[in-house]
């Protein structure tokens, strides 16, 4: 009797199942070069403010930048000519065409300010003040361009905006020139929408400028706070052996910048051929072990000459920043109209880094008789999706109580958050495998039908 009664159960289990019939999917990796935004090799441009005309960015670069697969400029803006006096409305103006034509290219752009770029003239930077009045000038333009730009350099400070040689803010800093230096820091953040970060230029400066001894947190990060804003760049990478004086002691920097950079952006340049220091084996391993985004492609020239004629400038190429590899996926078969399915996707980050940018996913259901699509939001955030590990997505999805009757084409979306590129395909993620980008929409065809049912 016992016995019969556990039959039927069990029986009624295997119906329910068969009805949530699942289908396993494996994904072909991509090894190639794949060209993605917000991470990559960058090419360096400068828009000095002492010409008769702005400077605008040529079609050159942008031929430049695509010929290489490259996603990212660096845009330095030099405004020697206003360390006095406000930025005039013509260089404004020139930078809100820049922008506008970083968008029609599909690119993004690190940003930095400077005033200086060379130690013989005696100006190296403004007063805080004329900087602060600068920024506040500049905060329409940084929100209104926030979609294509990928980071902020502090800048402002110092010749290049390296915040070295200074002449307002203390070569070797007092306690009221690093509350200064804090201070242009703070409202830099400010000037910007939340969702976008700066970078700093040595580790001891962040710890310094903030008071903390310890690296931002799993718990911390992308919560909004001034430090979980604040990354890095290093523009002497592994010059020398404290890359020129980016690293005050290794022992506590080291440690410090791989756990800060798991959840900030990190990038940077080399400056100087240093062997065996600026060679593949140490640029690899210390561009995985501190998340590198993204490297200037044509400085140091021989160091990057170096990359090309050991071998590792394409895999360098291909791991800065994130790299999603879809390695396997569970869908099922069929559901009923307006149910809820379970999907399970996993995600490996073969990158050096992970996405510092807010990212919405989507699961995307397309008719395939109408065309219609219907996007669904996921809960996962794919900042989280570590460098170096597999992600496990699995989600329960109730699908739209507008999806009718048919076959759905499944798709995975990362499009780019803002609305004016939202629906660009250049500014979505491309996952690294073979056959599921479809360039048209800059959608990742997950290779599975759904068959919805009454
Ligand atoms: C994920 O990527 C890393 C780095 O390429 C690789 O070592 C690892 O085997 C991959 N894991 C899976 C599950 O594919
Ligand atoms: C999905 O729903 C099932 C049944 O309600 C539940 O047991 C499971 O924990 C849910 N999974 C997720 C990832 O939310």
Redesign the pocket.
């Known amino acids: 009797m016992k016995n019969i009664r556990y039959f039927f159960i069990l029986g009624f289990v295997l119906v329910c199942n068969t009805a949530q019939q699942m289908t396993s999917i494996s994904y072909t990796l991509e090894s190639g070069q794949i060209s993605n935004p917000e991470r990559g090799f960058y090419i360096h441009t400068e828009a000095p403010s002492t010409r008769t005309t702005y400077p605008l960015l040529t079609q050159y670069t942008f031929d430049n930048l695509k010929s290489q697969g490259f996603t990212l400029i660096l845009r330095m803006f030099y405004l020697h000519k206003f360390v006095k006096s406000d930025i005039s409305a013509d260089y404004l103006t020139g930078m809100q065409n820049d922008f506008n034509k970083m968008r029609s290219a599909g690119v993004k752009c690190i940003v930095r300010f400077a005033y200086s770029d060379s130690q013989s003239n005696s100006v190296y930077d403004a007063t805080k003040a004329q900087i602060l009045r600068h920024i506040q000038q500049l905060q329409p333009l940084l929100n209104k361009n926030a979609d294509v730009i990928a980071v902020v350099q502090a800048g402002f400070v110092g010749i290049w905006g390296e915040w070295y040689f200074t002449n307002n803010f203390g070569m070797e800093p007092s306690s009221t020139d690093l509350a200064n230096r804090r201070e242009v820091v703070d409202a830099i953040l400010a000037a910007l929408p939340t969702s976008r970060m700066v970078q700093i230029r040595t580790p001891v400066l962040k710890r310094n400028l903030y008071s903390i001894s310890s690296a931002l947190t799993k718990e911390q990060a992308f919560k909004g706070s001034n430090t979980a804003r604040i990354g890095h760049h290093n523009d002497c990478f592994l010059a020398s052996e404290d890359d020129y004086g980016t690293y005050e002691d290794i022992s506590i920097d080291y440690p410090y910048l791989e756990q800060e950079t798991k959840y900030t952006p990190m990038g940077g340049e080399t400056c100087n051929l240093n062997k065996p220091r600026s060679q593949c084996a140490t640029a690899l391993k210390e561009m995985r072990q501190f998340h590198y985004s993204y490297l200037n492609s044509g400085y140091h020239e021989e160091v990057i000459q170096g990359f090309k004629n050991e071998g590792c400038f394409s895999e360098i190429q291909n791991k800065l920043g994130y790299r999603f590899e879809l390695v396997n996926g569970l869908f099922p078969k069929s559901a009923t109209i307006r149910s809820t399915i ?1 999907i399970s996707l996993t995600i490996n980050n073969s990158g050096f880094a992970s996405l510092y940018n807010p990212r919405n996913v989507y699961l995307v259901l397309r008719n395939i008789a109408t065309g219609a699509q219907y996007p669904i939001g996921l809960k996962t955030d794919p900042r989280f999706w570590e460098a170096g590990k597999s992600t496990v997505i ?3 999805i109730s699908l739209p109580i507008d999806l009718g009757v048919g076959s759905y084409k499944l798709f995975l979306n990362l499009p780019d958050k803002e609305s004016l590129i939202g629906s660009r395909p250049e500014y979505s993620i491309r996952l690294a495998n073979k056959g599921t980008w479809e360039a048209s929409t800059g959608f990742n065809d997950l290779l599975h039908i759904l068959t919805v049912i009454n």
Do not use: Q
Request: hydrophobic share 0%; glycine share 0%; proline share 0%.
């Open positions: 379970t699995t989600e329960n």
